[in-house]
């Protein structure tokens, strides 16, 4: 049973424009949400994170939201670039040291 | 400071056959993980460990065994090769373990069970 859920497998954007990715999430005990980033051939790289007691992270071009109550999270990127082409995974951390990934979703950038 | 290292890049393995995926990493890290990629799957936690001689099981533990004797290596050993461990697997480090850490991940093994 997916304790973290990445429903879009892919998204194209424009350069330039607001790419928004999106992730769900079952378990509530869950107390930190991270995105990674993954270039093809390589390991996953850290992005960005949030605490399950805040509503919103930011750093630079990239906005995490987190709305608790829907168990929903999104991953803000703007403006979009070109080396944002890539496969980005939504993790969550519980209180026993497992960190959860949802099934990823491949960002487009389109020039 | 080379971070996190795997070793081999790429193996091809026939069923049956053992086989152990090296991992090192030189950050001085407590907590180590393995996690395998499939297509459409993710990433799915293999085996963790939060420091030398503690080792826990993740979402896909079975036909996998894990120890860490040292801070520095975490190998991951296949007892007896299945093809549907087909797939490329990471190992990752980070300071502690928990949620506020950044987990810094090698570039990982692809391996092939004929």
């Known amino acids: 049973d997916q304790q973290v859920k990445q429903n879009s497998p892919s998204l194209s954007v424009q350069e330039g424009r607001i790419s928004i990715l999106n992730c769900d999430y079952t378990?509530?005990?869950?107390?930190?949400f991270l995105w990674y980033k993954k270039y093809p051939a390589e390991g996953p790289t850290f992005l960005i994170s949030?605490?399950?007691?805040?509503d919103k992270n930011e750093d630079g071009r990239f906005t995490v939201f987190l709305n608790k109550s829907a168990k929903h999270l999104s991953l803000h990127i703007v403006p979009s670039q070109p080396g944002d082409s890539a496969v980005y995974f939504c993790?969550?951390?519980?209180?026993?040291?497992?960190?959860?990934f949802g099934k990823g979703t491949r960002l487009h950038i389109l020039p | 400071n080379a971070g996190v290292t795997q070793t081999p890049k790429f193996q091809v393995l026939k069923t049956g056959q053992s086989m152990t995926l090296q991992c090192a990493q030189d950050?001085?890290?407590?907590?180590m993980s393995w996690y395998r990629q499939d297509p459409g799957m993710g990433l799915r936690l293999i085996h963790y460990?939060?420091?030398?001689?503690?080792?826990d099981q993740g979402e896909v533990p079975n036909g996998y065994n894990v120890s860490r004797s040292t801070t520095e290596d975490f190998p991951l050993r296949l007892l007896s090769a299945a093809p549907s461990q087909t797939s490329v697997y990471f190992c990752?480090?980070?300071?502690?373990?928990?949620?506020?850490?950044?987990?810094?991940f090698g570039p990982g093994t692809r391996l092939t069970v004929l």
């Open positions: 990752a480090s980070s300071p502690t373990g928990t949620g506020s850490d950044t987990q810094y």
């Open positions: 378990n509530s005990m869950f107390d930190y």
């Open positions: 949030i605490s399950s007691i805040k």
């Open positions: 993790a969550a951390s519980d209180l026993n040291y497992k960190i959860i």
């Open positions: 950050m001085n890290h407590e907590y």
């Open positions: 460990s939060v420091g030398a001689g503690i080792t």
